[in-house]
């Protein structure tokens, strides 16, 4: 079953909702199995989230370097 990571950098509760959770709920439609995380603190971006990971939504999230090395880690695994 494919895989798939939404982080979510925006703390507002309804955005999450619209951006994130209704995202999860078409793609859990369609058999691909989403995760959502808050990462509104770029303390929080953990990359090994993204591991195993076909697909990755990265929404309202501020460049750092830790968010620049998941990236990179999840194009060279093929992830998109």
Do not use: F
Not at 46 to 53: K, L, N, S
Not at 55 to 67: F, S
Request: aromatic letters at 4%; proline letters at 5%; hydrophobic letters at 45%.
């Amino acid at each position: 079953m494919p895989r798939a990571l939404i982080a979510s950098g925006c703390p507002i509760a309804t955005t999450t909702l619209y951006r994130c959770i209704h995202l999860q709920e078409q793609l859990a439609a369609n058999g691909i199995d989403a995760d959502v995380r808050q990462w509104a603190d770029p303390q929080q971006i953990d990359a090994a989230a993204a591991e195993g990971c076909d697909l990755i939504v990265l929404y309202h999230l501020p460049m750092t370097a830790a968010l620049r090395l998941l990236i990179d880690q999840s194009r060279s695994r093929g992830a998109r």
